[in-house]
């Protein structure tokens, strides 16, 4: 019987470190999210994208950021000349 009494409190602390580490990681993201981050591969992929159209010499400037549940990402590009 004594294992079982021993078994309540080892339970109850997994859980309590299952808990905090949820809450921590999505703490962590809320954060994230409350400051408009954006992941850097998406950043790199967007201006990849940007550049490889036509009529555009360089990418100067990409931002992005959370609207909502939607991005809105705004460029500021250098077209080719003439």
């Given at each position: ?14 859980i309590t470190v ?37 009529g555009v010499q ?5 931002r992005i950021r ?17």
């Open positions: 019987m004594s294992r079982w009494q021993q078994a309540d409190p080892v339970i109850g602390l997994v299952t808990i905090l580490g949820v809450l921590r990681t999505t703490a962590r993201q809320v954060g994230a999210r409350l400051m408009d981050a954006v992941d850097p591969q998406v950043v790199e992929r967007a201006t990849a994208a940007v550049a490889a159209v036509d360089s990418v100067d400037e990409m959370w609207i909502g549940h939607t991005l809105r990402a705004e460029a500021t590009v250098t077209p080719t000349q003439t």
